[in-house]
């Protein structure tokens, strides 16, 4: 562990590595097998991310109570990723890791006519963490440039204007303190059809099988093509896509919790000080 | 474990053991140093809590799944107790055993002027759990016959007519498939005065300090007397009380925890069955 420590600080942070380089994205070049920052076992994985929670959770309490007192910042993952990519996983391993009050997860299923109604960022813009919190999307705004223009759910017009929205408005979390990290989890069709059939295997694994899966996953190439243009057309300085190699669960749990441990130790949330005299308050709470 | 377990289902649960009966209520009857059901040392009543993870996850789990079918099932954990009884500490050391995906976790502050205009209860509604969901509330409606009658917030007769209201409402979510478990953690003052020095002591916990507290302190008696009322009147047998002994925190989160399993367990939520033709499904992922 320490080994790796001083490895990944020496490039910058697995942060810097995972980060996807302006300009045109093309998702084949990523191995999606791959180990970026890590040279060990799958145990060796899965005891580092159990290593990681103390600190993580230190660090959110910083972050926490910085935002109880006069701190407005906050830290949003966007989790994206075909079916089976293991947005679920990620929490459930990475984020369970954390003080389940210092988070807001969000899970987006198909918007609701309501929904749609007030445009496609409404929704998102309700989801938001507060001061001091993690705020987790499971699926997310990119849905609306994802799903939206593969199925022809709106107008080509539609969409194509969306990229530019999405950059205005994260920027404009940016500047309200927001630190976005934006994941795509990346698998290969062959892994997905392994997860899909393991799915179909195991009676306790039905409910999370969808008829739908096997159509979506017939548009393999058109997703992919979706998720290139999103990676490169909304991949602003303060709202960076990273790609995570995900056919390794252990892995994916593993790289997208050490990232959002280097992004809270970046932010370094300082312990607020006391807005109270502390000998006053000994003195009184002693006359009790 | 095995022996503990064993005299546990002997007497019905740790549930049943804590569970206030009808009738008058008197607080000073409870031990707040006691630990029943349990008869280890500190260091076992931790290990027993870690213990707990896998199997409450896995219930967690089945509810949720219950939850994204047909199932309209859901827990409701309410925590009360006055400041540092340990209410964020049950969330962080017991819930923060589960999946965060399958929690709603809601704090309750001082209620807004909109919130107040909306009658007591509206905010409350606001944050019940979905189906399937475990909801947290971290302070709840009860603190509308607690503060508001210790300190005069409202009229005494508004205050008075909130019980059966109360009992109303909660009748309302039993009948809905909501299972609620209402815990109190009972402390001593000495206890929190320990604590609340503590606080004092330590500049990373001074965040967590209100110059309220030794206000709210000195009020012990009437929030005392306020608390037997909640207990006594608020007590039906679909939304029971719990008194949690709570002056030892390992204690506290194994107890709150134990309850929370037992609950989910005595819930029995089913895996759902596929609502597809597995062998259909098996053959149309083949020939992708």
């Known amino acids: 562990m320490a080994k790796q420590k001083k490895s990944q600080a020496d490039k910058g942070g697995l942060l810097e590595q995972l980060k996807v380089p302006q300009g045109p994205v093309d998702l084949s070049t990523y191995d999606t097998r791959a180990t970026p920052g890590f040279t060990g076992t799958k145990d060796e994985g899965k005891l580092a991310l159990e290593n990681l929670g103390a600190e993580l959770s230190d660090w959110q309490e910083r972050l926490f109570a910085e935002g109880r007192q006069d701190g407005q910042r906050s ?18 391993h990475g984020a369970g890791l954390m003080d389940p009050q210092g988070l807001k997860i969000t899970s987006f299923k198909a918007p609701t006519p309501a929904e749609k109604r007030r445009g496609f960022l409404w929704r998102i813009r309700q989801a938001l963490p507060g001061a001091g919190m993690i705020g987790i999307f499971d699926r997310s705004h990119y849905e609306d440039v994802l799903i939206a223009r593969v199925r022809n759910l709106v107008a080509p017009p539609v969409w194509n204007r969306r990229y530019a929205q999405i950059n205005d408005f994260e920027a404009e979390l940016a500047a309200n303190g927001v630190t976005l990290l934006k994941c795509f989890l990346h698998i290969s069709p062959e892994e997905q059809k392994v997860r899909l059939q393991a799915r179909l295997d195991d009676p306790t694994k039905h409910w999370k099988y969808n008829t739908g899966d096997v159509d979506e996953r017939k548009l393999w190439p058109a997703y992919t093509e979706a998720y290139e243009a999103a ?24 790289a997208v919790t050490t990232i959002l441990l280097e992004t809270l130790q970046s932010l370094n949330p300082e312990w607020p000080t006391a807005d109270f005299d502390v000998d006053t308050e000994k003195k009184r709470l002693a006359a009790t």
Request: charge should be positive; include cysteine; hydrophobic fraction near 40%.
């Open 75 to 92: 830290v949003l993952l966007v989790l994206q990723g075909m079916d089976t990519s293991g947005k679920g996983g990620v929490i459930r």
């Open 231 to 254: 990676l490169e057309r909304c991949n602003g300085p303060e709202a960076p896509w990273l790609v995570i190699p995900s056919d390794r669960k252990w892995y994916r749990n593993w």
